[in-house]
């Protein structure tokens, strides 16, 4: 099963540059990296894409309001 690391699925949500609801999100991030993938941080390893989200979420790096989920950036610490 791979493994891909979460700043590459940061560097995809950047790209849509709009604003997601968590299930499109959760769609994009599947069609682009696969149903089986499994994501990794420098913190996290073992993440569901919902896990991943969730925690992007709490680190500040995606904001979700009740429009939907946007990229934030990324510090040079990973997440």
Known sequence: MESVH???VLNLIK??????TRD???TVITNHFGANT???????SDLG??????LFLHKG????NESGIQHMGCCCKCG
């Open 38 to 44: 499994r994501y990794h941080t420098c913190s996290s």
């Open 61 to 64: 790096k995606l904001i979700e």
């Open 24 to 26: 499109v999100l959760i």
């Open 15 to 20: 790209d849509h540059q709009e604003t997601l």
């Open 49 to 54: 894409a919902e896990q991943l989200i969730d």
């Open 6 to 8: 979460g700043h590459n």
